[in-house]
């Protein structure tokens, strides 16, 4: 298959697994699968991808990650073992039990001691953040120490004289110091105190207050783009190292094949320990076949990328050692995920998202070469499955209408989703798929290395009553597919 035609068919909800490529039955299956894409060049980075970018960083440079949660949220990052993804919020303290405190009169008046010396304390405390009564400390008779029904009435009686004494009065101010003052009249005086000091330092430039301010602006507001966080400088002696390699997987190139069985041995530790798998399921047979095997035909024309179109390995290397694999398809106008697997021991690293906006970079790399090629296709995305949510996260991202193949923003079709799981997008009813008028008797057939129109087909094999399943073929494909694609028949 030409990667032409594969554009052309993801374009209309196909997707390929190895060298199988397969059309989900949206209308009819329980879970419709719709395709989803994100524009690279208008990328714009949400919190959450900032600090996986960030967290990469610092661990490349310090080997430091500040804790070993992975910020991923495609559920395929859970806590593996033991601990439960899922955790109730602790008390900062325990509660302890005081049914075998002994309340003596003794005692409180430790605590009457203590407490005139912490009162004696604040008092001579900088006051300048107090606010109104309600700032100063006080024990009210809720707070007060309460005693069991079943003590000596001359031993409540003492209590009640040393609760008494326990209470600090209030509007307690130190004579010596200037009054209170409004944490925000502070505030506002620095804003003033800066104002005037940035003024001054303008006109002394040359320059008036209003230019300075404007050139300010537009230095503080520039965001940093996918690349600045990729690319930001790394010191002499870095902690870690890592190189990412776009290797061809179909035909497998001569470094592909030198890595393909550290690639394997990655795959079945994810698919054993991420996804549960048992090691007969994800044999290296099952491996090629479903990773490396593609239908594509590789193609290198002198205006595409450098290292042409087809199927490849985006392998990521740390420190010499691989952790990552991601599996792609260089198309005409995308790259197309295939599939992501990496060793667990570095799912602190947040690696799915992390590869997903690597591939988003190399996107935005080949578009440069290449201006056509500018979209980031993710697969299917499944509304009903929480674990695909994820997808829709990365801004902006269209669905595809699955009766008209037009694409439309995500925030616009997810409240469809929200009320039904099978929707067409498209609001113009009377809008139709403008790719699906076939003339079949025009369909290329191939038929004992022959190649003839299924016109002649059918004159020469009239027994042979499959019309029906001709026209779904050119539905399913499109017209453009269908006049270009040989349907072969025995």
């Known amino acids: 298959m030409s990667v032409g035609h594969y554009q052309e068919l993801i374009d209309r909800g196909w997707r390929r697994s190895g060298q199988y490529s397969y059309k989900p039955t949206m209308e009819k299956i329980c879970c419709p699968m719709y395709t989803i894409r994100c524009d690279a060049l208008e990328l714009k980075l949400s919190k959450t991808q900032k600090k996986v970018l960030k967290r990469m960083n610092r661990y490349l440079t310090h080997g430091d990650v500040k804790g070993l949660k992975s910020l991923d949220n495609d559920g395929s990052n859970s806590p593996i073992g033991g601990e439960e993804e899922y955790q109730f919020v602790r008390p900062r303290h325990k509660a302890k039990d005081l049914s075998s405190v002994n309340i003596s009169p003794e005692s409180l008046s430790e605590a009457k001691y203590s407490e005139t010396k912490r009162d004696e304390m604040s008092v001579k405390s900088d006051t300048s953040h107090c606010e109104d009564d309600k700032d100063v400390a006080s024990v009210t008779e809720s707070e007060s120490v309460s005693t069991t029904s079943d003590q000596p009435s001359s ?8 609760d008494n004494t326990l209470k600090v009065k209030k509007n307690i101010a130190d004579p010596n110091r ?6 925000k009249e502070i505030r506002r005086e620095r804003r003033e105190a800066k104002l005037a000091r940035r003024t001054q330092e303008a006109i002394s430039r040359g320059e008036s207050p209003m230019e300075s301010d404007n050139k300010k602006a537009k230095t503080t507001n520039v965001e940093k783009s996918l690349e ?3 690319n930001e400088p790394m010191p002499a002696n870095p902690a870690h190292t890592l190189e990412v390699r776009l290797v061809r997987s179909q035909p497998g190139s001569t470094e592909f094949q030198q890595t393909a069985k550290m690639s394997c041995q990655v795959y079945q530790k994810y698919q054993v320990n991420i996804h549960h798998d048992t090691l ?22 002198a205006s595409g990328p450098r290292q042409g179109y087809g199927s490849f390995h985006h392998q990521y290397w740390l420190d010499g050692r691989l952790i990552a694999v991601g599996v792609l398809d260089v198309l005409p106008h995308s790259v197309s995920s ?7 021991e570095f799912s602190f690293l947040s690696l799915g998202t992390y590869a997903s906006l690597r591939e988003l970079a190399l996107t ?7 201006p056509a090629l500018k979209w980031y296709y993710m697969g299917f995305y499944i509304h009903s499955c929480p674990k695909m ?6 801004t902006p991202s269209f669905l595809l209408c699955p009766e008209t193949y037009k694409w439309f923003p995500i925030e616009d079709a997810v409240p469809k989703l929200d009320v039904v799981k099978y929707a067409r997008f498209n609001e113009d009813l009377t809008a139709n798929d403008e790719n699906a008028q076939v003339d079949i008797k025009k369909i290329p057939v191939l038929h004992d290395q022959s190649l003839i129109p299924y016109s002649t087909y059918e004159e020469l094999f009239p027994e042979d009553e499959n ?4 026209k779904e073929y050119a539905t399913l494909v499109g017209a453009k597919c269908a006049y270009s694609m040989f349907l072969c028949r025995s």
């Open 364 to 370: 935005r790399e080949l578009q440069r070469r290449t």
């Open 467 to 470: 019309e029906d399943e001709v």
């Open 280 to 301: 007969d399921k994800c044999h290296e047979f099952q491996y090629r076949r479903f990773l490396c095997n593609s239908p594509l035909e590789p193609w290198k024309p």
């Open 178 to 183: 200037p009054p209170c003052r409004k944490a």
């Open 338 to 344: 295939v599939y992501l697997y990496y060793d667990p």
């Open 389 to 394: 949510r994820y997808k829709g996260r990365y």
């Open 228 to 230: 600045d966080f990729l």
């Open 155 to 162: 031993k409540r009686q003492d209590l009640t004289n040393i």
